[in-house]
Nanobody, 121 residues
Framework: QEQMRESGGGSAPAGGSLTLSCTVS????YGWFRRPPGPGKSREAV?????????YYAESMKDRFIISKDNGENILYLQMNDLKPEDTAVYYC?????????????????WGQGTQVTVSS
């Protein structure tokens, strides 16, 4: 099976855009999570998508971020618009058969190694 590989991270100014991508193994649910820098910060959900094409967003992300998936090539995307400094984090893609992932819950999923996104003021 092809390994999950995030790409597209980097630096962007506030108000800019970035698109992340990740090759994933076939599963039931797919998602993006992130870990902000600093102490006391845990991995948090950003968005998820299931095999029916239904998308799920954390409330604070839904107006700016778009999750999509190329089902033919199993590539997961996260389009991030109107970036803010608080979006700075390591972003991880995840895949699993558990519905919990689509529910934007943290769990024992298959994870990519992460890609850094840095948004400057």
């Amino acid at each position: 099976q092809e390994q999950m590989r995030e790409s597209g991270g980097g630096s962007a100014p506030a108000g800019g855009s970035l698109t992340l991508s990740c090759t994933v193994s076939s599963s039931n649910c797919y998602g993006w999570f992130r870990r902000p820098p600093g102490p006391g910060k845990s991995r948090e959900a950003v968005a998820a998508i299931d095999n029916y094409g239904t998308t799920y967003y954390a409330e604070s992300m839904k107006d700016r971020f778009i999750i999509s998936k190329d089902n033919g090539e199993n590539i997961l995307y996260l389009q991030m618009n109107d970036l803010k400094p608080e979006d700075t984090a390591v972003y991880y893609c995840a895949a699993h058969w558990k519905w919990n992932l689509c529910q934007l819950q943290i769990g024992d999923y298959n994870w990519g190694q992460g890609t850094q996104v840095t948004v400057s003021s």
